[in-house]
T-cell receptor, first 111, second 114 residues
Framework: QQQVKQSPQSLIVQKGGISIINCAYE??????FPWYQQFPGKGPALLIA?????SEKKEGRFTISFNKSAKQFSLHIMDSQPGDSATYFC??????????FGTGTSLTVIP | DTEVTQTPKHLVMGMTNKKSLKCEQH?????MYWYKQKAKKPPELMFV???????INESVPSRFSPECPNSSLLNLHLHALQPEDSALYLC?????????????FGDGTRLSIL
């Protein structure tokens, strides 16, 4: 778990604003970089993921930016909505099919 | 609805009881996982099964005993648990043989130890 550092721990954003969550890792054997979204009482669900041969991926309001040299990747949520209020985890995967979860970010979007 | 089904959703048991958690998936995934999640914490990996064989045990106490009877089913047998074992237990599965595949999680079993 200590191989992955996620920030911030919590985030409060106004509706319509941009939410940014960061993940830094140490293990150069990671080759898949997903973000998971978890609502209370539910299991984590894949939100968006990126491979290291791409620097950015966008799906709707969600964008991953990946900086291989800095060993960092971030999640950007544009036009944040109250329904986006959840806990977000980065969980990079190594070549052995094992995932390492970040510490999580609790996002609250205020109407 | 998730594609990984976990039963029961809630379980309350005493420290001397024996119970089992069940996980089922029909996506043809050959890697299956058990995680433990405490409130406001990330999931902690407990066990990984690959092609029905235990491949990773993250030094989990023997009061937790996993079992993978077939490629669709994963069980976690519980015996003589402690109050600190109260948590959300998550099952997940993923595709094998293909790189960069996500995990698919169930909604978990909320376990309370009295």
């Amino acid at each position: 778990q200590q191989q992955v550092k996620q920030s911030p721990q919590s985030l409060i954003v106004q509706k319509g604003g941009i939410s940014i969550i960061n993940c830094a890792y140490e293990n150069t054997a990671f080759d898949y970089f997903p973000w998971y979204q978890q609502f209370p009482g539910k299991g984590p669900a894949l939100l968006i993921a990126i491979r290291p041969d791409v620097s950015e991926k966008k799906e709707g309001r969600f964008t991953i930016s990946f900086n291989k040299s800095a060993k960092q990747f971030s999640l950007h949520i544009m036009d944040s909505q109250p329904g986006d209020s959840a806990t977000y985890f980065c969980a990079p995967q190594n070549t052995g099919n094992q995932f390492y979860f970040g510490t999580g970010t609790s996002l609250t979007v205020i109407p | 609805d998730t594609e990984v089904t976990q039963t029961p959703k809630h379980l309350v048991m005493g420290m001397t009881n024996k119970k089992s958690l069940k996980c089922e998936q029909h996506m043809g995934h050959r890697a299956m996982y058990w995680y433990k999640q405490k409130a406001k914490k990330p999931p902690e990996l407990m066990f990984v099964y690959s092609y029905e064989k235990l491949s990773i045990n993250e030094s989990v106490p023997s009061r937790f005993s996993p079992e993978c009877p077939n490629s669709s089913l994963l069980n976690l047998h519980l015996h003589a648990l402690q109050p600190e074992d109260s948590a959300l237990y998550l099952c997940a599965s993923s595709q094998t043989g293909v790189r960069n595949q996500p995990q698919h999680f169930g909604d978990g079993t909320r376990l309370s130890i009295l």
